[in-house]
């Protein structure tokens, strides 16, 4: 779907996220969430942080799992995406902390193996992701799974792309800073989703955007991947949405 402006495509991401929490709690089922970081969410966890403060929404029975994190990584640094959740949503909602999940930046590197193959353990132990919200990077990432990644790949360290380290160049003070590599949700992670929202926003994403849509399906693009899933749906503005 194509929406005037990102604020109304937000509102509406917010509205089937809030909607769905609310069908778990009349049930009194858990609602598990997969998280995405980047500019492209915040809104929407702007109008999930209001509906719980004016609208009586509970996140009481909410689990989430974050599609990723930077390795190496401490959870405290600014630049952790545990930073970027805590500020835009976890320190203003009820949910149980040990109801959150996001990749451990902190492990060594023999550790990693395991601790992925039990992050994909936990998200089956609480029945699959109910909903994984996504936004895309300029290499056509999602998660951080860049180029190459393959279809069924599962949780896992990556290494990330030059134009991704460019593009988090910002936030890291310059690219030498910015960690090689990540630790990821697969491409074959996220299909396991029952629902899949990719987000995009803005001129800047029109071309990936593009190429994700109608381009060839392949590891070039791995976001071209979704067009093989049919519960897939991607909220665009009209500038991000212009060269379809
Ligand atoms: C990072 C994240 C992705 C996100 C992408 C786009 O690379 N790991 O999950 O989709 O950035 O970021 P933005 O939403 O800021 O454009």
Redesign the pocket.
């Known amino acids: 779907s194509v929406f005037d402006n990102p604020k109304t495509a937000s509102l509406n991401v917010a509205q089937r996220i809030a909607n769905l929490i609310r069908e778990k709690q009349e049930k009194k089922q858990k609602a598990v969430l997969g998280l995405?970081?980047?500019?492209?969410p915040i809104a929407v966890y702007a109008e999930l942080v209001r509906l719980h403060k004016e609208e009586n929404l509970s996140f009481n029975n909410v689990i989430t799992f974050n599609?990723?994190e930077y390795y190496p990584m401490q959870p405290d640094a600014a630049q952790s995406y545990v930073t970027f959740m805590k500020e835009h949503l976890f320190d203003h909602i009820d949910i149980p902390k040990e109801n959150i999940n996001i990749p451990d930046g902190t492990l060594s590197l023999e550790a990693i193996p395991a601790f992925c193959l039990d992050y994909e353990r936990k998200i089956g132990e609480h029945g699959g992701l109910d909903i994984q919200i996504?936004?895309?990077?300029r290499t056509g990432?999602i998660?951080?799974n860049e180029p190459g990644s393959a279809p069924n790949s599962g949780t896992r360290l990556v290494t990330l792309d030059d134009l991704?380290r460019r593009d988090a160049a910002r936030d890291f003070g310059g690219k030498s800073f910015v960690p090689a590599k990540a630790i990821t949700m697969g491409i074959g992670t996220i299909f396991k989703a029952r629902e899949i929202i990719l987000m995009a926003w803005n001129q800047k994403k029109a071309s990936i955007i593009k190429k994700a849509v109608e381009g060839e399906i392949s590891s070039e693009v791995p976001a071209t991947y979704l067009q093989l899933s049919d519960h897939v749906e991607f909220i665009l503005d009209k500038d991000a949405a212009s060269l379809l």
């Open positions: 995405a970081t980047g500019a492209t599609l990723d996504l936004g895309i990077g990432h998660g951080f991704t």
